[in-house]
């Protein structure tokens, strides 16, 4: 089975953007050495990512080539859209459609984001593993790295590593769902 992977930088206070989207201040930390906390090596090890409509729209924001043109790219949302170069549109429930997915062959799967997809694949317990790198930065208001109603999920830290930029990742192994009766 394929896992899949959410890596993904947080504000301190648990935001993944500004309220519109942009993820300007994750350039604003001074970068001397242009590290890529381990982005390099992550995106070797996948070949598929996942990413909603708002998140693909912000990539595509972004300017340039698309980044992911040597990855499988599936976008979701609520509603039909039509197939765009690199990227595959899927209206269909998320959870299933990934569930089958993580059964086919290939690499990791990369979970790009945003919240509410988070969620989703988090509440199914489709996620297997969270790569987060928390930036050195209070927002005070954005997009949460989960959106409404995520359950309790117990997570295991497996690795940390801290940058001398103030950025501190850590990943996690998903563990059972806890009740909350």
Request: proline residues 4%; aromatic residues 10%.
């Amino acid at each position: 089975m394929r896992k899949l992977s959410l890596y993904i930088a947080t504000s301190l206070d648990g935001f993944i953007a500004r309220s519109d989207g942009r993820v300007d201040w994750l350039d604003a930390v001074p970068n001397a050495d242009q590290l890529d906390y381990g982005y390099g090596a992550f995106i070797a090890s996948i070949d598929t990512t996942l990413m909603g409509n708002t998140t693909y729209q912000t990539v595509l924001d972004f300017g340039g080539e698309f980044p992911y043109q040597d990855q499988t790219n599936y976008v979701f949302s609520r509603s039909a859209q039509a197939n765009a170069p690199y990227v595959q549109h899927v209206s269909e429930d998320p959870a299933n459609f990934v569930r089958q997915l993580k059964q086919t062959d290939g690499r990791g799967i990369w979970l790009v984001g945003g919240g509410q997809l988070n969620t989703v694949l988090l509440n199914a317990g489709l996620i297997d593993e969270l790569i987060i790198t928390v930036a050195p930065i209070i927002l005070g208001t954005g997009i949460p790295l989960f959106g409404p109603t995520p359950i309790e999920t117990a997570c295991v830290r497996t690795r940390t590593e801290s940058f001398e930029t103030g950025f501190v990742q850590s990943t996690y192994r998903l563990g059972q769902t806890q009740s909350t009766n």
